[in-house]
């Protein structure tokens, strides 16, 4: 079991507010009227365990989530670095989060594009064949439960 909160019924966005990708993905989020999570890393700090176990999910190292050209220090050779260089370099450098990262229920995704982040949200079409002309109740049942509209990449 992980350190990170993982609810199907949950989107949760990582993401800096110190980058306009952030910023735009965030607005997305905010703008929907279904649950989540916001965690803003330039106001939140994640831990240590929980930036390895976020980089294991996306199958990449701590130091792929980061665009390396966006850090305020120049770094000449990086290829000695491990997980925990990489941490303490995110933890100071927010704004270097290359892009957003969403999680609901197992799926976890790197977002280049903040608009994807709306494939999180399955569409709730429950009774959209039916009118209210037909003088019936209406089946307000999903009938998408199963149906699966994020690439589990």
Known sequence: MGMIARS???VTLIYSSNNRSGQKAYAYL???DKPYLAIDISKTKISDTQWVELANALNKRVGDLLNKSLLK???KNTEEFDDHD?????QKNDE?????IVIKGEITKQI????AIM???QPDSAGMEQSPSDNNSFDNERPTEDEKFIDPK
């Open 30 to 32: 905010k703008a929907s």
């Open 8 to 10: 199907k019924n949950q």
């Open 119 to 121: 494939e999180f949200f």
């Open 112 to 115: 280049s594009n903040p608009s």
């Open 96 to 100: 270097a989060l290359s892009d957003a």
């Open 73 to 75: 220090m120049e770094i």
């Open 86 to 90: 990489w941490i303490k370099i995110i």
